[in-house]
């Protein structure tokens, strides 16, 4: 395996194992002065949900690489 593939693994897993606190600590730097009674969970979950997806897109970034450099 390349250097580059490993790096894209590895990125990939560690942005979807701390998306969730991530996700939280996003929400409240974006709407620090904000009132979300009642929105705040539907926020965190779209932050949390959209860094999944960022972690799923890195990850497969390096399995397209490592299977460009098989062949």
């Known amino acids: 395996m390349s250097k ?3 790096v894209y693994f590895i990125f990939g897993i560690i ?5 969730s606190p991530l ?3 996003l929400v409240n730097i974006v709407y620090r002065n904000q ?3 009642g929105e705040f969970v539907p926020l ?3 932050f949390i949900h959209s860094l999944m997806l960022i972690g799923i897109l890195v990850f497969s970034i390096g399995v397209v690489t ?4 098989k062949q």
């Open 44 to 46: 965190l979950s779209g």
């Open 23 to 25: 996700g939280y600590s």
């Open 35 to 37: 009132n979300l009674t």
């Open 15 to 19: 942005i979807l194992l701390v998306s």
């Open 4 to 6: 580059q593939a490993m």
């Open 66 to 69: 490592l299977l460009k450099e």
